[in-house]
């Protein structure tokens, strides 16, 4: 097999005498659609934290591309293709969506000194961070909404506007935390195409949903943690029949 997309090794985090992680073990394949699912307070979120650089890992390791990351701060991580949503929308009200999206390009392509002494090349710039822009608006059909304050979209689009961000950073590996939350049957549906197209698209992504229907039919791979340890690993169907999966969700009261 080829080397994997994203290697997550041994990988911990203890907050105080809490496993919040605790030695997970999973790879990512380039191309792969890889939901990871658990109860509340298994450690999706955590562990995307630590994937994203977000917070310091306690131990472990991370490779993406080959290449050891954990230990880099978030926006390197960032620049080398690993684009993250998060479970609480993270949106800035007062300016226009345009301007909420460009930030992930920004983040990827950079403003440099360099750009802002050569004009040349800041124009250069600037281009490339309007075209990932656009497309990613497109993409999630918030062009027509571009100039609007972001504050103004409906909630639905403002969870596009989460994922569009994320995309116009134009990553390898798209880390998504809980993007159908508070959606509807209809919008979740068609989060659920868009997911899909991406993916058949080339890009790779690592889901953490509890829609577990689609979970069940978009993903290529499932990965569960419950307490954050892995308990199981595997295609849906596998997924769906594993008794210790059964379990944690039995035991969920939430
Ligand atoms: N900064 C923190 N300090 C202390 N404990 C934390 C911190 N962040 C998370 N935890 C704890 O770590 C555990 C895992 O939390 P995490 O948010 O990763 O779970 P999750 O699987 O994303 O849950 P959910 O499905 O509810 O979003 C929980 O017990 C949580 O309370
Ligand atoms: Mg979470």
Do not use: W
């Amino acid at each position: 097999m080829s080397e994997p997309l994203l290697r997550v090794e041994g990988l911990a985090k203890h907050f105080q005498g809490l496993r919040a992680v605790d030695e997970v073990t999973f790879e990512v394949q380039r191309g792969e659609l890889v939901g990871l699912i658990g109860p509340n307070g298994a450690g999706k979120s955590t562990l995307f934290n630590c994937i994203a650089g977000a917070i310091p890992r306690t131990a472990g390791s991370v490779a993406f591309n080959g290449r050891r990351i954990a230990g880099l701060d978030p926006a390197r991580i960032a620049r080398l293709g690993i684009a993250r949503t998060y479970q609480n929308l993270r949106i800035f009200p007062d300016i226009t969506v345009f301007d909420n999206v460009s930030a992930g390009a920004i983040g990827r392509i950079g403003i440099s000194l360099l750009g802002t002494l050569i004009p040349q090349l800041g124009r250069k710039r600037d281009e490339a961070i309007a075209e990932a822009t656009l497309a990613a608006l497109q993409r999630f059909d918030l062009l027509e909404y571009a100039d609007q304050p972001a504050g103004n979209l409906a909630y639905g689009q403002k969870k596009h506007l989460e994922i569009a961000r994320a995309l116009s950073l134009q990553p390898t590996l798209l880390l998504l935390d809980e993007p159908a939350a508070g959606l509807n049957d209809t919008e979740t549906a068609e989060l659920a195409t868009r997911l899909r197209a991406l993916r058949d698209g080339g890009l790779t992504i690592l889901l953490v949903e509890h829609d577990m229907p689609m979970v069940m039919r978009i993903c290529d791979r499932i990965v569960v943690l419950d307490s954050g340890r892995k308990i199981a690993e595997g295609v849906p169907a596998a997924i769906r029949a594993d008794a210790a999966v059964r379990a944690a969700y039995l035991g969920d009261d939430t």
